[in-house]
């Protein structure tokens, strides 16, 4: 069972998941289901009550997140990358050129300019 299953029962079904205790031993991942609630503005708060906790056991944070977390619908997962508006042609250009990452090849667009780098494609030269 993957961390966002086990975050969405906790959050949006409040079922008790685990049938076995060796299952829930080898599924639950602490580290994820607090990074996933930690993504919502609505389980933010009960997130950093266990980080103040990390000593705690994976069932007894399990339960405090099962018992504490009042049921409702929200959206659980992590936030999206924004999408690029620009050419790939010239993005790929940057990279080429600078040897940097997509990051900073944005970045550099948007202080040069789009159409000065197309000028650059035109002539070539580094």
Request: net charge neutral.
């Amino acid at each position: 069972m993957s961390p966002f299953d086990i975050a969405t029962a906790l959050v949006k079904t409040k079922d008790g998941i685990y049938e076995t205790e060796g299952q829930f031993q080898k599924d639950y991942n602490p580290f994820m289901v607090n990074r996933i609630l930690s993504n919502s503005q609505k389980t933010v708060l009960y997130g950093d009550v266990i980080n103040q906790c990390p000593h705690i056991d994976k069932k007894l944070q399990h339960d405090f997140y099962l018992y504490a977390i009042p049921k409702q619908s929200t959206r659980l997962g992590w936030s999206k990358k924004e999408s690029v508006d620009i050419d790939t042609g010239v993005l790929e250009f940057v990279q080429s050129q600078y040897g940097t990452n997509q990051k900073r090849s944005l970045e550099i667009i948007g202080i040069v300019g789009v159409d000065n780098i197309r000028e650059h494609m035109k002539f070539g030269g580094k």
